[in-house]
């Protein structure tokens, strides 16, 4: 499993420019926005999920926008959604609830968690992001965070996850 340092440097190695700051730790996306300062760009919260076959799910979405799980299953293909734990979650991205984060996939070496980008984030400008741990926040560009992704396997599945309602599933 990577730590900060070495996924720091998997970035370094793939051409990825990136830049962190460090916070106390935050556990909420509320706790995030009153003590990550003025960063510039999208700043992300992201969904371990998983369903009955016990498929698992990393969801990614702008901070500040609502996702309906009962929805997002039917977008997705994947049924009926719920969080999955925390064990469940160290042992598949070797990260602790409150730093979930799309980095965290390069430690899915065995390719289980499938990922799911919200079509907004992919819209702006950098992306912020915990690099494997809360007391940090590490911004980089959409196009390389998709280039970090697929150099660790996952190619993402960019979606429209946040505000779907009943009708736009059916679309």
Known sequence: MLDTQRLFEKLDSLGIAHT???????????????????????????????????????????????????????????????????????????????????????NDDAHGVRLALDRGVMEGGPINAHPLTNTMTTGLKRDDLVKFLEATGHKPRIERISGVSAEAAAD
């Open 20 to 106: 962190s700051v460090e916070h106390p730790p935050v556990f909420t996306v509320e706790e995030a926005k009153a003590l990550r300062g003025e960063l510039p760009g999208a700043h992300i919260k992201n969904l371990f999920l998983r369903n009955k076959k016990e498929e698992m799910w990393l969801v990614v979405a702008l901070e500040d926008r609502a996702v309906d799980l009962r929805r997002l299953g039917d977008v997705l293909g994947a049924g009926r959604l719920s969080f999955g734990s925390a064990e469940r979650l160290k042992r598949a991205l070797g990260v602790e609830p409150g730093s979930v984060t799309p980095l965290a996939l390069a």
